[in-house]
């Protein structure tokens, strides 16, 4: 149980396009749901909660316009990074904290997207 | 003062060895702690979490929690050279919703 996915899991993309990346929660309800970047060998950085209908609340330093963040159901959130460019590549990963169950507050990872924009 | 501290190590430890792993954090009104283990260029997976003071065992891992001394650690006990990785401390904020991270150790258990 607990398994969180995330598509795609790469994706490489020209500068300057869009790229929706999909975080969903397969066994369990998760009303809250956190993205995170991580470059090679640092550490996770929180870029936005995103909350079941309402909007995401965004860490600071994160473009809210460029980092589209929806979470229209209690088991999907979607990250799309408008306008992409070569800085913005990096491991992005999506996690669900349970609301339900024996996994009450836990939360849990996707496996991550790895995005190269040329 | 970063909020949740571990040391970045890398901490080497032979294969058969208990690892220890520790973690202080600031905010001493946490609740929830948990330890996730990272490999490289992988996404975090969730090991233990612990609420309570004391020990928690969960097969060779053994997550350890003092609230009054603000400090978390985890055990891994018969080390295996798969258990090589990036460790993370995690911690619940009072707000309830947001971990805070710390920034991880990396265990090399040598063959």
């Known amino acids: 149980g607990a398994v969180v996915s995330q598509h795609p899991s790469r994706v490489i993309c020209k500068s300057g396009t869009s790229v929706k990346i999909e975080c969903r929660s397969l066994?369990?309800?998760?009303?809250?749901m956190f993205w995170y970047r991580q470059f090679p060998k640092k550490s996770l950085m929180l870029m936005a909660t995103s909350n079941e209908g309402s909007k995401a609340t965004y860490e600071q330093g994160v473009e809210k316009d460029k980092f589209l963040i929806n979470h229209a159901s209690l088991t999907l959130s979607t990250l799309t990074v408008t306008s992409a460019h070569p800085e913005d590549s990096s491991f992005y990963i999506c996690?669900?904290?349970?609301?339900?169950?024996?996994?009450?507050?836990?939360?849990?990872f996707g496996p991550g997207t790895r995005l190269t924009v040329l | 003062q970063k909020e949740v501290e571990q040391n970045s190590g890398p901490l080497s430890v032979p294969e058969g060895a208990i690892a220890s792993l520790n973690c202080t954090y600031s905010d001493r009104g946490s609740q929830s702690f948990f330890w996730y283990r990272q490999y490289s260029g992988k996404s975090p997976e969730l090991i233990m979490s612990?609420?309570?003071?004391g020990d928690k065992e969960d097969g060779r891992f053994t997550a350890q929690l003092n609230k009054a001394s603000q400090y978390v650690s985890l055990l891994i006990r018969d080390s295996q050279p798969s258990d090589s990785a990036t460790y993370l401390c995690a911690v619940n904020n009072n707000a309830g919703n947001m971990l805070t991270f710390g920034g991880g150790t990396r265990l090399m258990v040598k063959p």
């Open positions: 066994d369990f309800q998760a009303t809250t």
């Open positions: 996690s669900a904290r349970s609301s339900t169950g024996e996994s009450y507050n836990e939360q849990f």
């Open positions: 612990i609420y309570s003071n």
